[in-house]
C-alpha cells in the first residue's frame, strides 16, 4: 500500500494513431510506472478489487476533480463508454469526447457506487466521432484512491477498442519516484491551453496538482486539472 507523498504527473497530449484497419486489438495490461495513467491502456489487468499498481490512480486519495484523458486507434461515432474500477468506485462526475481540442459532453452525474471491481457503463448522449475520451472524477466524493483499471470504447457500428495510450491532470506514480513527463519541460518556454485561453511564458515548476508559470509579467498558477494542452513554445 503506498502512502508517502511527493511531486505530481501530468501528461502532454499525444496523437491518436488513425489507422485503415477496421480496429486494433491491445493486449492485457497497462505500461509505465506503477499508478500512473498509462496503467490504464489495454484491457483490464488487476485481479479483483483492491488497490493496485496496475490500475491509474491520482496523487492523493481527496484530491478534488480530476481527469484521466485516453486514446484510441481509431475515431467512431461514440455509443458507449466502459470504465472498469478496481478500487473505491462511484467517483466519477463526467465523461468527455474530446475532438480537436474540444469538449462534448457524453455524460454527467452522480454515478453509481457499485463494489469494486465495477464496471460503470455510460452510453453517450448525442452522436459525436472520436478517438479521445477524458473522465473526470470527484476524488473527495469517496473516500480512498478511486482507481481506474481500463476504458473501453464501444462504437455505434459495435466496434469494441481499448486505449492505446493516456494522461492525466494528476498520478500516483511520482510518489513511487517515477519521473514526470513534464519534468523534461521545466525551465522551458511552452504554450498551453487552460479554459480556452492561451498562456506563454517559462515552466517554473509542477507540484502536487498545480503549474507554475512565468508569463514575464508574474507568475501563474496553473490548476492541472483545468489544462486543455501544453508544448513547447
Not at 480530476?66 to 478496481?86: F, K, M, S, T
Amino acid at each position: 500500500m503506498r502512502r508517502s507523498l511527493t511531486l505530481a504527473a501530468l501528461l502532454v497530449p499525444g496523437l491518436a494513431l488513425a489507422l485503415s484497419k477496421p480496429i486494433q486489438i491491445v493486449e492485457p495490461g497497462g505500461t509505465g510506472a506503477s499508478w500512473a495513467p498509462t496503467q490504464a491502456i489495454g484491457a483490464p489487468d488487476c485481479s479483483g478489487a483492491g488497490d493496485q499498481a496496475q490500475a491509474w490512480a491520482t496523487l492523493r486519495s481527496e484530491e478534488g476533480e480530476q481527469w484521466l484523458e485516453l486514446d484510441y486507434a481509431r475515431a467512431v461515432p461514440v455509443g458507449v463508454v466502459r470504465i472498469y474500477e478496481n478500487f473505491n468506485p462511484g467517483a466519477v462526475v463526467k465523461v468527455e469526447a474530446m475532438v480537436d481540442g474540444d469538449a462534448t459532453t457524453l455524460w454527467s452525474g452522480v454515478a453509481p457506487r457499485g463494489e469494486a471491481p465495477h464496471v460503470f457503463e455510460v452510453p453517450a448522449a448525442g452522436k459525436v466521432t472520436a478517438s479521445r475520451i477524458r473522465i473526470t472524477l470527484d476524488t473527495s466524493k469517496i473516500a480512498g484512491w478511486n482507481e481506474i483499471d481500463a476504458v473501453e470504447l464501444v462504437g455505434q457500428d459495435g466496434s469494441r477498442q481499448w486505449a492505446t495510450d493516456a494522461r492525466a491532470s494528476s498520478t500516483y506514480a511520482t510518489a513511487t519516484g517515477a519521473v514526470g513527463p513534464l519534468d523534461g519541460l521545466v525551465g522551458k518556454r511552452v504554450k498551453l491551453r487552460v479554459g480556452g485561453e492561451t498562456l506563454r511564458g517559462t515552466l517554473k515548476a509542477q507540484v502536487g496538482g498545480f503549474l507554475t508559470v512565468d508569463t514575464g509579467v508574474g507568475e501563474v498558477l496553473v490548476n492541472l486539472a483545468r489544462l486543455d494542452w501544453i508544448g513547447l513554445e
